[in-house]
Structure formats: C-alpha cells, structure tokens
C-alpha cells in the first residue's frame, strides 16, 4: 500500500531554521524549512516546471521542454508525490513566520512493496527514456537490504529560487529529511542524483555512493546521452543515526 503519512502528525510542522548569509550588503535573511501544504503546492510546481526541467541535465539532453506530452506526464507525476504530505518548502522567515517561498523538495516514501513501473503505460517518449535511466539507477542496488529498512525518503527533485542560491539553503533541505524521517518512523533516505552540483552538495552532507550508472551503459536501451555535462548518475543515500 502507498505510504500515508499519519494522522498524529500533522501538517504544518517547521523542520529546521537557519540564518543565511549577507549579499550585497544586505543583511542575512533567516529562513525555515517546513511541510510544503497545500497551499503552496501549485506554486512549487510552477517553479519546478520552470527551473528544475530548464536546469536538469538530463532533461536538457533528452529535449523534455520540447516534448509536451511528457511534461504534462511529469507534472502529473508531481502532483501524485507532493500529496502525500511528505515534500519541504524553504521560506523567508520574520517575527517566527514564513513569508517569501524560496525552494523545495519534492520528498516522497519509497516502500519495499511498491508496484514496479509499466513502461507500456508511460506517456511521453522523452520521459519514458528520463524515467528509464533513474530506475536502472535505483534498481542496480539493493537500499532496503543495505539499510535494513521496509522503506525510505527519496526525492523526485530540489529547486532554490536563484536570488537565494548560496545561502546553503539545498543543503538544508537535505539536512531537513532527518528531522522528518524520524517523526514519520523512517531511517533512511536515498535519490538517484544526476547532476554533479547535486552529487557533490550530497557528499558534503554525509551522504554515501551506494551506485553509480554511466550514462554510455544506457545504449543498451536505445538511449544516447552522449554530450550529458554528468557522466553518470549517483545513487546516495544516508542513514538517520
């Protein structure tokens, strides 16, 4: 069964808070991290669809802005993740509340029993060949058995407003998934990265290489993503301690 997340926790709590760094001259804003509610769901998913597709470079390869019926497929996607209560919103933080929405999450619970994908029923040729890639990705090693667990946090994407990049604010969205596996019982957390800012963002956070996937191994599947600025993709992750 799809993961719910439980009615004792609701929505609405703030995982962590930080102060960012001057710019400019100006003084360092604070910031919260906190569930992304409903509220705030469709202007993520703008953004996302705006940034995240523009930036990724695997949809940038694959030509995913070019390709409407899997844009509509991703975003259909999204919205399917973001509802099950388990997605971050970063926010300007005055007087204790949020005020400006600078980033996100995408965070979702992978479960042992989860239905494999159809690709059959995949609509959208360029995010069929997307979604092939994180899946060997995830399928090359075994997360559960690693960490022992029945499931998992992973992600399906982080986006930081670019007036706010270099406020460690990613970062802090990593950090965030301790605070909320442990209120969800959850005590681990593994995504596929594709790009190398991601990568690297991810080791500094303590995250493990559990896999790695060159994108030439990929051929094999009639999918060329020669010319990709990332080599591979990296599966990571992190067990909460």
């Known amino acids: 069964m799809p993961f719910e997340r439980p009615a004792s926790l609701p929505i609405g709590q703030v995982w962590s808070r930080f102060k960012g760094r001057e710019r400019d001259g100006k003084p360092a804003h604070m910031y919260q991290i906190r569930d992304m509610d409903e509220s705030t769901r469709k202007i993520c998913l703008d953004m996302m669809q705006e940034t995240f597709i523009r930036d990724e470079p695997l949809c ?13 497929t991703i975003r259909a996607n999204w919205e399917k ?26 965070v979702l619970v992978k479960s042992k029993d989860d239905e494999e994908e159809d690709f059959d029923k995949v609509q959208g040729e360029a995010w069929k060949k997307l979604l092939r890639t994180l899946i060997t990705a995830e399928e090359s090693f075994d997360v559960f058995q690693h960490y022992q667990v029945d499931k998992y946090l992973t992600s399906s994407g982080l986006t930081v407003l670019p007036e706010h990049r270099g406020q460690n ?11 909320l596996g442990k ?10 990265f594709t790009a190398t ?27 060329d993503l020669s010319g ?3 080599p591979s993709a990296k599966l990571m992750g ?4």
């Open 60 to 72: 940038q390869i694959l030509g995913i802005n070019n390709d409407p019926v899997s844009i509509a």
């Open 81 to 106: 993740y973001v509802s099950g209560n388990t997605s971050l919103a970063c926010f300007t933080e005055v007087d204790g509340q949020p005020k400006d929405l600078v980033g996100f999450n995408i």
């Open 169 to 179: 604010i990613g970062a802090k969205l990593f950090e965030a998934r301790v605070p």
């Open 183 to 192: 209120a969800l019982g959850i005590e681990a957390t593994a995504t596929v």
């Open 238 to 241: 992190y067990k909460f301690k």
């Open 228 to 230: 990709c600025p990332t």
């Open 197 to 223: 800012a991601s990568q690297v963002l991810a080791a500094k956070c303590g995250y493990e290489v559990l896999a790695e996937l060159d994108y030439a191994e990929m051929k094999k599947y009639g999918i």
